[in-house]
């Protein structure tokens, strides 16, 4: 398995937030993670990524055992539920932060800059300040910077929470599309059930800080508490 | 209505405006006789004066601005590194509490209090002393004007710049100061003028010794030599006239 | 690693300029005053507690400094959100927006000074009188500094605090919504009066409040202006502890500590109520 994390827990004060939470993943695979709000998914997505420290527990990634290594070294990026673009950068230099850092060469940051938003769809914004674009459009740069340093693990919190609807769609499809060109190992995390279906080659539920990873669709859709057979229901009675 | 609100902001320019004028007719005069309102002889024989250094003002001038500049860089640089760690610490509160209350003192009570330390180190009656003296209340002041600056989105920035790739320094380095530059700019332009408007407590660890622009003022008050006391206080006006301008112009631009 | 000795500097820098002069500055005073330290310590004593209450002296001094921070400060609250409330625009952009700054480029002493020019009775008003035509010599204007009703100091405080209350009620009228609120009391049916004193102003003044107190403890502490423009006798608390520190008189000196440690006291109760009320603001 690509990402092995073992009997994580963590607690605030008296307040268990995860309790000995093990999840396995599989490398180019996307695994979504259903869970309401405050249940222990973006406090997981953190201890994954070393900005936050477990109680007790590990995280392997490849065989290595990271739980020790600090965020930057860990090669695994973590994507907020805001944009959170640096405001002081332009589209453009945003994207290319990470490889900047990496003290790639000028022409083939370009190369990679300029590929990577025609991609996104957001060429021409790319010399736009983020206070002068769109909320979707962020989304998309603070994709672009995260896949372009082709990280080992993306780690994705409700990245399409703040987006209306079609915008999220739009979304939702261009990143299926980009994590299977870049070959993105995933954790998506999400209270929407159906983005949760869209995005995940497995899916998990998340509650009360513990966690149930299904064997299949069928598994998620008949257990209750993941709220599908209420969803149909719903649907069914209008 | 618009007239009634003409005249009031004419009136209110007219009370900040009028004490740096009559500060400035009275520091190119040389009497003012009761009951002229305008100076009967105008002169440039103070400023002249003063730009030759003839009545110790330049030195004066050169004591409050190296005293000021070492003191506002110090305490900015000082107060921005222990702000983060106030800002973002459990107990922010009761640590800023802490901070605030040698900055809510009165400098020159707190100064009198802290005189007999001065005098057995040896710190007073010189420049180290003074320095020393108004970096204990013009850090607090810079700490706590930098843990506003230290939210939730600045660590998300650092958070983010970490988790790809960026080394602390490197994030510091092209994330947080250029994020923090009209902070650290606003921040150390304040620091200058609460070293600059300081008397009370530089004339107690300084024993009158070290002669800065304040106490030249307060000198030449007690002579009742108005024009000096004139000249000085458009000395230490200027400064800050040209700090508050430049940070409004600029500095407050780059925030929005 | 890193991070943690990152910490521990800055509990350094805090404890170095901050915590460490405090405890010894504080502790020197309470020492002296109680006679354990000092030039002429004879051990444990209440006497210079009892002396610096023996008279009134020190008790009018306080009551005197903490009514003129009153006036003062209720002066400069009201007048800003006045100036706010009517100007607001004009002095968010233009030269009004710069103009409002200057008075906050002058030091104490040289408000003072410039006060005491303007306001005397040979100063710049009696002269203007004089030019009306209002009085007919020098001794026919009232002297308005070093006066029974502290008028010069009063003045020249006004002067240096009010663009900072008119800078924050500004912002706090753009940050706070407030006109929006504003909008809302009317469509319920607020006449313009009852939105300004039901809805306006006590916004402001809630949200103003800490930053109220805070003012109220400095202008505590004020120095240089009532050393200047003041009268003799009651003095402000800080004239009276340097007063009393300078003088001859040795026995004096102790006196001097008792009251600064008493001021100290008041600024820690203060500061105190203000973080309290802070809090309870940002809870709003």
Redesign the interface.
Same mark, same amino acid.
């Given at each position: 398995m690509y990402l092995d994390i073992k009997k994580i827990s963590k607690a605030y004060g008296d307040r268990k937030v995860l309790q000995g939470i093990s999840l396995q993943v599989a490398a180019n695979s996307t695994i979504s993670i259903l869970g309401k709000s405050g249940c222990g998914k973006s406090t997981l997505l953190k201890i994954i990524?070393?900005?936050e420290k477990e109680d007790t527990g590990t995280v392997f990634l490849n065989d290595a055992n990271i739980s020790n290594k600090?965020?930057?070294e860990?090669?695994?990026?973590?994507l907020?539920q805001?944009a959170?673009l640096?405001?002081?950068l332009n589209v453009f230099e945003n994207i290319a932060?990470?490889l +900047? /850092? +990496?003290k790639e060469d000028k022409h083939q940051i370009k190369t990679k800059v300029e590929y990577l938003l025609q991609k996104l769809d957001i060429e021409k914004e790319a010399y736009k300040m983020p206070g002068q674009i769109s909320g979707g459009q962020k989304q998309r740069v603070a994709f672009g +910077?995260?896949i372009i /340093?082709n990280p080992p693990l993306l780690l994705l919190d409700e990245p399409f929470s703040s987006l209306d609807v079609e915008t999220r769609e739009n979304m939702q499809q261009l990143y299926k599309i980009v994590a299977a060109e870049y070959n993105i190992t995933s954790l998506f995390v999400t209270h929407d059930l159906k983005e949760c279906l869209v995005m995940g080659d497995r899916i998990a539920y998340m509650e009360n800080g513990a966690l149930t990873v299904y064997n299949n669709r069928k598994d998620f859709i008949e257990d209750i508490k993941t709220g599908v057979k209420g969803e149909i229901s719903f649907w069914n009675t209008l | 209505m618009h007239k009634k609100r003409t005249i009031s902001l004419f009136l209110l320019v007219i009370y900040c405006v009028l004490p740096i004028l009559v500060l400035f007719a009275l520091s190119f005069s040389l009497n003012w006789v009761y009951p002229n309102i305008l100076p009967q002889t105008f002169t440039l024989r103070h400023w002249k004066e003063f730009l030759f250094d003839g009545n110790g003002l330049q030195q004066s001038f050169f004591n409050s601005l190296t005293i000021s500049l070492f003191v506002a860089f110090t305490s900015t640089l000082l107060g921005f590194i222990c702000s983060k760690w106030i800002a973002y610490h459990k107990r922010r509160r009761l640590l800023l509490l802490v901070t605030y209350f040698p900055f809510a003192l009165s400098p020159v009570i707190f100064a009198i209090c802290l005189k007999f330390y001065f005098l057995k180190a040896g710190l007073a009656g010189n420049l180290p002393g003074i320095i020393i003296a108004q970096l204990i209340i013009a850090f607090p002041y810079a700490t706590i004007f930098f843990t506003s600056f230290w939210n939730k989105?600045i660590k998300?920035?650092s *958070? !983010?710049? &970490?988790? =790809?790739? &960026? &080394?602390?320094f *490197?994030s510091y380095l092209? !994330?947080i100061f250029? =994020?923090a530059k009209s902070f650290l700019l606003t921040g150390f332009f304040q620091c200058f003028i609460i070293s600059w408007f300081e008397y009370g407590l530089t004339n107690i660890i300084g024993y009158g010794k070290v002669q800065t622009l304040t106490i030249r003022v307060f000198q030449f008050i007690g002579e009742a030599n108005i024009f000096y006391a004139a000249l000085s206080s458009c000395l230490l006006i200027l400064p800050p006239v040209i700090l508050l301008w430049v940070n409004k112009k600029f500095v407050v631009h780059q925030t929005r | 690693m890193k991070i943690k000795t990152s910490n521990s500097i800055s509990f350094l820098l805090l404890v170095v300029f901050a915590i460490i002069p405090l405890l010894l500055g504080l502790g020197y005073a309470l020492l002296y005053s109680f006679g354990i330290v000092g030039v002429l310590n004879h051990g444990f004593t209440l006497q210079n507690w009892e002396a610096a209450f023996a008279n009134n002296e020190v008790l009018y001094s306080f009551f005197y400094t903490v009514g003129l921070s009153l006036v003062s400060l209720f002066s400069c609250v009201s007048t800003g959100i006045f100036l706010a409330l009517y100007f607001g625009k004009k002095l968010q952009k233009g030269i009004g927006s710069y103009i409002i700054y200057l008075p906050m480029a002058f030091p104490s002493v040289v408000a003072a000074f410039f006060f005491f020019q303007f306001l005397s009775n040979a100063g710049l008003l009696s002269r203007l009188c004089y030019k009306l035509g209002l009085i007919k010599s020098v001794t026919d204007f009232t002297n308005l500094v070093n006066d029974q009703y502290s008028i010069g100091i009063i003045a020249a405080q006004f002067f240096l605090t009010l663009p900072i209350f008119v800078l924050l009620y500004i912002s706090i009228i753009a940050n706070e919504n407030i006109e929006r609120l504003s909008l809302l009391a009317t469509s319920l049916g607020a006449r313009k009066s009852q939105v300004l004193w039901r809805i306006t102003i006590p916004a402001l003044l809630k949200k103003s409040f800490p930053t109220i107190v805070l003012y109220f403890i400095f202008k505590l502490g004020t120095y240089e202006i009532p050393l200047l423009l003041g009268r003799s006798s009651p003095e402000t608390v800080s004239v009276l502890i340097v007063r009393k520190m300078q003088r001859f008189n040795l026995m004096d000196i102790p006196q001097g500590y008792v009251v600064a440690v008493i001021y100290a006291l008041l600024v820690i109760v203060l500061l105190i109520f203000s973080f309290k009320s802070s809090h309870t603001v940002a809870d709003a």
């Open positions: 990524a070393g900005i600090k965020p930057n860990r090669n695994i990026v973590y907020f805001e959170l640096f405001p002081h932060f990470g +900047r /850092i +990496r +910077r995260a /340093i | 989105s998300d920035y *958070n !983010i710049a &970490s988790t =790809l790739g &960026s &080394s602390p *490197n092209k !994330i250029p =994020l | -």
